[in-house]
């Protein structure tokens, strides 16, 4: 008996939290929110802005970066319960009602502060995590061996490729050959969003970035996350865990620009080359906080801000996304006319800079400043609000 407890314990022992995984979440949730808040989103630098449609940019991989490490953390927060004797059942239930605690926060950000039920989004941002978070959970339950999820996101992305790229598109025909190739808005998933949602309720009105169909590789980067924390919880030293992972992470690379060939890496469409293309820059940034962080041990100074962030994360893209709704509700009489708090503050303090690139990258930075004292003040009091 002392023996298998003394197991239980060692396995449970390992499941230490990583500092470089706080800090990389943290990174993470800091550049959501600053790339969210332009002061002027049509000047703001091109790496501040998401690809208009093909390509990517720095921003473009800013919220696969967050699911991947969601897909991390099921892992580390599960197996010890598990371990522990926690049955199957609790677990998935308290997966079941953090998923639908997020979904509704999606909403409640999505409508603040006016709540117009008739055009409210349903997608969103949280909404996609809560999917994603309970249907990589469900799998963690049901079968968390690693060869059969590297068959299950294999299966999801090239079926998405195959929905995406030979599966004709009602009223437009077959991508390919009666329009182009991920057609802005004749494409599967657009057309999926349309049916099922009324066009007031869809971000750009005739699609969705967060829609559907797309849901399905984004489950794929969780599952992705998955994996890493499975090869981050085995026997080998962190040095070979971080060689492994920068293996990994280029070879994603290279499979992602061949294949952006012919299925272009897309963030609105989530593309399985967008996919792979983003999980290995998560990986190769996740290699290099462990080599820094737990390695090398450089913990001071440098840490402290992506702490802050990384311990209350959702807490600080909620309280960003309600603080960016209240400026653009507010209306201040300005000498040129009536116009939002948010359009106020950049006009008078942002812009006479000049430069509206730079000018509206310090808005960023500034609001990301603003953010952060509410959520420092929780952290200086080790306050970290769990969903």
Same mark, same amino acid.
């Given at each position: 008996?002392?023996?298998?407890?003394?197991?239980?314990?060692?396995?449970?022992?390992?499941?230490?939290?990583?500092?470089?995984?706080?800090?990389?979440?943290?990174?993470?949730?800091?550049?959501?929110?600053?790339?969210?808040?332009?002061?002027?989103?049509?000047?703001?630098?091109?790496?501040?802005?998401?690809?208009?449609?093909?390509?990517?940019?720095?921003?473009?991989?800013?919220?696969?970066?967050?699911?991947?490490?969601?897909?991390?953390?099921?892992?580390?927060?599960?197996?010890?319960?598990?371990?522990?004797?926690?049955?199957?059942?609790?677990?998935?239930?308290?997966?079941?009602?953090?998923?639908?605690?997020?979904?509704?926060?999606?909403?409640?950000?999505?409508?603040?502060?006016?709540?117009?039920?008739?055009?409210?989004?349903?997608?969103?941002?949280?909404?996609?995590?809560?999917?994603?978070?309970?249907?990589?959970?469900?799998?963690?339950?049901?079968?968390?061996?690693?060869?059969?999820?590297?068959?299950?996101?294999?299966?999801?992305?090239?079926?998405?490729?195959?929905?995406?790229?030979?599966?004709?598109?009602?009223?437009?025909?077959?991508?390919?050959?009666?329009?182009?190739?991920?057609?802005?808005?004749?494409?599967?998933?657009?057309?999926?969003?349309?049916?099922?949602?009324?066009?007031?309720?869809?971000?750009?009105?005739?699609?969705?970035?967060?829609?559907?169909?797309?849901?399905?590789?984004?489950?794929?980067?969780?599952?992705?996350?998955?994996?890493?924390?499975?090869?981050?919880?085995?026997?080998?030293?962190?040095?070979?865990?971080?060689?492994?992972?920068?293996?990994?992470?280029?070879?994603?690379?290279?499979?992602?620009?061949?294949?952006?060939?012919?299925?272009?890496?897309?963030?609105?469409?989530?593309?399985?080359?967008?996919?792979?293309?983003?999980? #290995? !820059? *998560?990986? &190769?940034? +996740?290699? @290099?906080?462990?080599? =820094? $962080?737990?390695?090398?041990?450089?913990?001071? #100074? !440098? *840490?402290? &801000?992506? +702490?802050? @962030?990384?311990?209350? =994360? $959702?807490?600080?893209?909620?309280?960003?996304?309600?603080? *960016?709704?209240?400026?653009?509700?507010?209306?201040?009489? =300005?000498?040129?006319?009536?116009?939002?708090?948010?359009?106020?503050?950049?006009?008078?303090?942002?812009?006479?800079?000049?430069?509206?690139?730079?000018?509206?990258?310090?808005?960023?930075?500034?609001?990301?400043?603003?953010?952060?004292?509410?959520?420092?003040?929780?952290?200086?009091?080790?306050?970290?609000?769990?969903?």
């Amino acid at each position: 008996m002392s023996s298998i407890l003394a197991q239980v314990q060692a396995k449970a022992s390992s499941s230490t939290r990583l500092i470089s995984l706080d800090v990389l979440r943290g990174v993470t949730v800091a550049l959501m929110i600053a790339v969210n808040n332009p002061g002027d989103s049509e000047h703001a630098f091109k790496e501040m802005r998401h690809s208009e449609w093909n390509g990517f940019t720095v921003t473009d991989l800013v919220f696969p970066a967050f699911l991947f490490i969601v897909g991390i953390s099921i892992v580390f927060s599960f197996e010890p319960r598990l371990i522990r004797g926690e049955a199957r059942t609790a677990v998935f239930v308290h997966s079941l009602r953090r998923a639908v605690i997020l979904f509704m926060l999606g909403l409640v950000v999505n409508g603040f502060p006016f709540f117009d039920l008739e055009s409210l989004r349903i997608y969103g941002v949280l909404q996609r995590i809560a999917m994603c978070f309970l249907c990589v959970a469900v799998l963690y339950l049901w079968d968390h061996r690693p060869d059969h999820v590297v068959v299950m996101v294999t299966a999801i992305l090239l079926g998405y490729w195959i929905l995406m790229r030979w599966v004709p598109v009602p009223g437009f025909g077959l991508p390919g050959r009666d329009l182009p190739v991920l057609d802005q808005n004749g494409n599967l998933a657009a057309w999926l969003d349309r049916l099922v949602m009324p066009a007031g309720r869809l971000l750009g009105r005739t699609r969705d970035p967060e829609g559907l169909l797309s849901d399905l590789p984004s489950v794929a980067t969780t599952l992705l996350g998955l994996l890493t924390g499975l090869w981050l919880r085995t026997s080998r030293t962190l040095p070979q865990k971080v060689v492994g992972m920068l293996a990994s992470g280029a070879l994603m690379l290279v499979l992602a620009l061949v294949w952006n060939r012919w299925f272009p890496i897309n963030k609105n469409l989530w593309t399985s080359s967008y996919v792979l293309y983003a999980a #290995g !820059w *998560t990986l &190769l940034s +996740l290699a @290099f906080c462990i080599w =820094a $962080i737990e390695i090398k041990e450089w913990k001071r #100074g !440098w *840490t402290t &801000l992506w +702490l802050v @962030f990384g311990g209350n =994360a $959702i807490t600080a893209y909620v309280f960003s996304e309600l603080l *960016t709704s209240t400026l653009y509700a507010i209306p201040v009489h =300005a000498a040129k006319g009536q116009t939002t708090l948010q359009q106020f503050l950049y006009t008078n303090i942002f812009a006479p800079i000049g430069n509206p690139g730079f000018a509206s990258l310090l808005y960023s930075i500034c609001f990301l400043i603003v953010c952060a004292i509410p959520i420092g003040a929780l952290y200086r009091r080790q306050i970290y609000i769990k969903i």
